[in-house]
């Protein structure tokens, strides 16, 4: 076995060894703040800065957990299947609900950086900020920014919304599947509904569909957004 090899596999067994340690934590103490995807992640930046491992080197074999993502997605077609009946009886509410949650997503970064005053690349670099990474760097190519700045940007509103989506629900009293689902999928992306996966199949399926109309919505706007602040 070489080098590259071993190192592949090291990290592949390492993550998902990290992750399940903080699935049985999650389970033991369920607080916003033990959830397993935040967790995982600051034990694993915390190896990697104190072995002072760098990160394409743990990428090695993170790429391939990464490639599983398109899997991941499909699979959802299954529940999408099971929860057909309810998408179709609400789909202009989900719809209206989605592109209003787009518009909300990259108008409240637009007015924060504009307010501080913030130049020309990162405000567009924090429009595509609550669709999905892959969407998101898309996005960046065709407008110009800093993709590794947005993908910052996209892990905190995905970590954000899986942090406090419970207590805000309960705060602002929402709760109808529609308006969850779409409120996470359109602002918190694949995080986000991954988090809904052991709370509830129909808002997991109603985030799987305002994350992907959100991502159309955002990348449709988002040149045109670009093009009136030129």
Not at 150 to 173: C, D, E, P, Q
Not at 205 to 228: D, H, K, N, Q, Y
Request: charged share 10%; no cysteine; proline share 5%.
């Amino acid at each position: 076995m070489n080098d590259t090899v071993l190192i592949a596999v090291t990290s592949i067994v390492g993550t998902v060894a990290v992750y399940i340690g903080a699935r049985k934590i999650n389970k033991r103490y369920p607080y916003p703040l033990t959830l397993p995807i935040l967790i995982s992640s600051m034990l694993i930046v915390l190896v990697l800065v104190t072995f002072q491992i760098p990160y394409e080197t743990y990428h090695i074999g993170g790429q391939w957990i990464e490639k599983l993502l398109g899997p991941a997605v499909v699979a959802l077609a299954v529940p999408l299947y099971k929860q057909r009946k309810i998408l179709k009886a609400y789909l202009i509410s989900l719809l209206a609900g989605t592109i209003v949650g787009s518009i909300v997503g990259i108008s409240s970064g637009l007015l924060f950086t504009y307010w501080a005053k913030f130049d020309k690349e990162i405000i567009h670099s924090v429009i595509p900020k609550s669709v999905t990474t892959p969407v998101a760097i898309k996005i960046i190519d065709s407008i110009g920014g800093n993709p590794t700045l947005t993908s910052i940007l996209v892990i905190i509103a995905g970590m954000s919304g899986s942090i406090l989506y419970t207590n805000l629900y309960k705060l602002l009293k929402i709760t109808h599947p529609i308006a969850r689902g779409v409120g996470m999928g359109s602002s918190s992306h694949a995080i986000g509904t991954a988090q809904m996966v052991d709370d509830s199949e129909q808002e997991t399926v109603i985030s799987t569909v305002a994350m992907t109309i959100s991502a159309i919505v955002v990348s449709v706007l988002a040149p045109i957004v670009v093009a009136f602040l030129s």
